[in-house]
């Protein structure tokens, strides 16, 4: 029987440390092993109680509590990851200085396994040059320090520097225990455009055409790199609930046209874009005005037009000077093999007409793909290469793509 991932749960002293109760369950749930390390500030408010029943393990803040053991020695030698929610300006602080004055600090020095920083604090403070030099420090040293969200904060204020959501927070974490080394920050000042979902083009002001596409893939995309470093344009059409990746500008759109629009838009700037949207090939040439109602007779014939490829579009404004010469543009292919071809001779035909510099192809049907946690594929190059990716979180397969972009950008 293969041991459960040991997880240290730091929780630091803010006001977000009520979201570290979401995080806990859902690495529990999971098959997690996960001891909790709150600091004292941080049991103002959440109890123990409130951890040891979510993690059925004891909680203590000091270096005294079962001395024997050597807690603040055992935990960190033990862990396989350990994950600090919320990581204040003060804790940041403590790590980056290597203070030890309770059971987190103490843990945090003997850990040699990855350690997850998530942080929340004031826009003031996280912009403050004392926290970035102590961000600066951490990362130079392989700690993980996530890119906080925007959005409400404490009281009336708004700003960069609210908690990333658990959910997220969760997939970083699994991501890590998978690949200790997925999220260098090797695309700083890199300027990225990600299209995600599915687009919907209206048959009347109540029906569409649409597809089965969650979003998923494209915010695990868009997530993974703005934590490697990239200033993300997120182009998201339509998609399950999903929390706005920290880090990331989010574009909303509804139709293919609108997609196009906005991609071609941000892409006027950007390094990479990578269009992993699931676009709608076809339009109705007419929208109805009112409700299209149910008589006795059969519905008439719904004529279709198509829409613009925007993936070809995207590489022939490149070649023609209208975008950087050097930008690196991925696709995505959901493919079914048929009577003629398998998905991979497919894949490879679609690579040739686009014309991308990578394309990452999938196989879809019933449980593959699309509305799914996991994906699997292949990555193809226009030089040539082929390497298939094996099944993994979309986490993963997004991680396996940007290795791909970054060695691209070094040309």
């Known amino acids: 029987m293969t041991p459960r991932p040991r997880v240290v749960l730091g929780v630091g002293g803010g ?11 859902r690495l529990t749930e999971s098959g997690h092993e996960v001891r909790v390390v709150p600091t004292e500030a941080a049991l103002r408010f959440v109890g123990a109680a409130t951890f040891e029943a979510l993690s059925g393990n004891k909680v203590h803040t000091g270096v005294f509590s079962d001395v024997p053991e ?75 320090v996530t890119e906080p969200a925007s959005g409400r904060l404490t009281g009336a204020d708004t700003g960069k520097g609210r908690l990333a959501d658990p959910a997220e927070i969760v997939d970083l974490a699994r991501l890590l225990l998978h690949r200790p080394d997925a999220l260098p920050r090797d ?9 995600a979902g599915g687009t919907r083009e209206p048959l009347d002001p109540v029906r569409y055409l649409g597809n089965r596409s969650s979003g998923k893939q494209g915010y695990a995309l868009a997530r993974t790199a703005a934590q490697r470093g990239a200033h993300v344009t997120l ?18 759109v509804g139709t293919a046209a609108q997609l196009r629009d906005a991609v071609h838009a941000a892409a006027v700037g950007a390094d990479v874009v990578v269009m992993a949207a699931a676009v709608a090939d076809f339009r109705p040439v007419v929208s109805a005005e009112f409700k299209i109602k149910k008589t006795a007779r059969d519905p008439d014939p719904v004529a279709l037009t198509r829409n613009a490829d925007v993936l070809a579009e995207l590489v022939a404004a490149r070649d023609s000077g209208a975008l950087p010469s050097e930008q690196v543009i991925v696709g995505f292919a959901a493919e079914t093999g048929d009577s003629g071809a398998d998905v991979l001779d497919h894949a490879r035909a679609k690579l040739r007409r686009k014309g991308c510099d990578l394309l990452v192809v999938n196989a879809v049907g019933e449980g593959k793909a699309f509305e799914t946690e996991d994906n699997a594929g292949w990555l193809l190059a226009a030089d040539g290469a082929e390497r298939p990716i094996a099944l993994g979180s979309k986490a993963q397969l997004a991680t396996e793509v940007w290795d791909s972009v970054v060695q691209l950008l070094k040309r």
């Open 15 to 25: 006001i977000a440390a009520y979201k570290a109760c979401e995080v806990l369950r």
């Open 70 to 144: 050597v807690p603040h020695v055992r935990l960190g030698q033990q862990a396989d990851l350990v994950v600090v929610v919320p990581a204040t300006a003060d804790l940041l602080a403590k790590a980056a200085h290597g203070l030890a004055d309770d059971l987190l600090t103490g843990t945090l020095l003997t850990a040699r396994c990855p350690v997850l920083m998530v942080p929340a604090m004031h826009t003031e403070m996280w912009e403050h040059a004392a926290t970035r030099a102590n961000v600066a420090t951490l990362r130079s040293r392989g700690t993980v």
């Open 187 to 195: 695309l700083e000042g890199v300027r990225v455009v990600v299209s």
């Open 235 to 252: 182009v998201s059409a339509h998609t399950l609930p999903l929390p706005e990746p920290a880090g990331a500008e989010v574009v909303r």
